[in-house]
């Protein structure tokens, strides 16, 4: 089975964390405490100027990365680094223009060879996805699909080929906090069941456990970024242990009658 839906073996939590924010020691300790608190898949974020998904906090969290120099290389060096002592998933949140900069088919050979799982690139259309996936097959990497609620006739397309796990955006619009997720995330999931098995991870404006509770209800796993990266805003350097404790709790929420 592939390493990454072999995580879903129970309710899934996968943590955002941009790497390199504030710098990378910080981010090499909050990894490793989100796994001891928890988490199943770590989900990375490689800082990049124009991150067309993200709401105002990771636009901020990259902005802050990059102007302490953090590259490509140096995130490549560190997941080496904790690849040694972590067993746990890792997948890159990134966009075609980082990966095009650095050349495809050797991103995704850094990736294999340091211990990246699989990638998440938001900002390629489904109908375009062939020349990174082939490239990702070709070193083993699980190419992650998103569907969203304006997905609508492609879901179906999309849960056919998908891989690893289904991203499944629970909200219209950009990360962030959400007070309320009102999008029908059942009838989305009942659309893909139809012609997959895949885990579904819901994500996008999930950010407290009661939220996180309910969509682990009818999802297979949560992913929460904007209010992780609103704690490593915060706390900086000191961010960990706050962090690995809000893992904790949501890691209860979502589990707790499973």
């Known amino acids: 089975m592939n390493k990454i839906t072999a995580a879903f073996k129970h309710k899934a939590f996968i943590p955002f964390v941009t790497a390199g924010d504030p710098d990378l020691e910080t981010t090499k300790e909050l990894i490793r405490e989100i796994v001891a608190n928890g988490a199943d898949i770590v989900e990375i974020g490689i800082p990049f100027s124009d991150p067309v998904a993200e709401g105002p906090a990771i636009q901020k969290a990259d902005e802050r990365a990059l102007a302490n120099g953090i590259n490509t290389d140096d995130i490549f060096r560190m997941v080496a680094e904790l690849r040694t002592e972590i067993d746990k ?17 050797k991103f995704m050979a850094r990736c294999k060879e340091t211990g990246v799982d699989g990638v998440i690139i938001p900002d390629v259309p489904f109908e375009e996805k062939g020349f990174i996936q082939a490239a990702c097959r070709e070193h ?9 609620p304006s997905s609508a006739e492609r879901i179906a397309m999309i849960a056919k080929e998908a891989e690893g796990f289904l991203y499944v955006v629970s909200s219209l619009g950009v990360t ?18 139809k012609i997959s098995d895949i885990p579904c991870a819901i994500g996008f404006g999930i950010s407290n456990a009661r939220q996180a509770k309910a969509m682990s209800e009818v999802g297979d796993g949560v992913i929460i970024g904007s209010a992780i990266i609103n704690i490593m805003e915060k706390y900086g350097k000191d961010s960990p242990k706050p962090v690995g404790a809000f893992v904790a709790e949501m890691v209860g929420a979502i589990r707790s009658g499973s």
């Open 176 to 193: 962030g906090v959400r007070s309320d997720i009102t999008t029908d995330i059942g009838s989305m999931l009942a659309e893909i069941r």
């Open 140 to 148: 083993g990497i699980t190419y992650i699909s998103m569907v969203a």
């Open 89 to 105: 998933p890792f997948v890159f949140m990134t966009y075609i223009n980082p990966v095009f900069v650095y050349g495809i088919d």
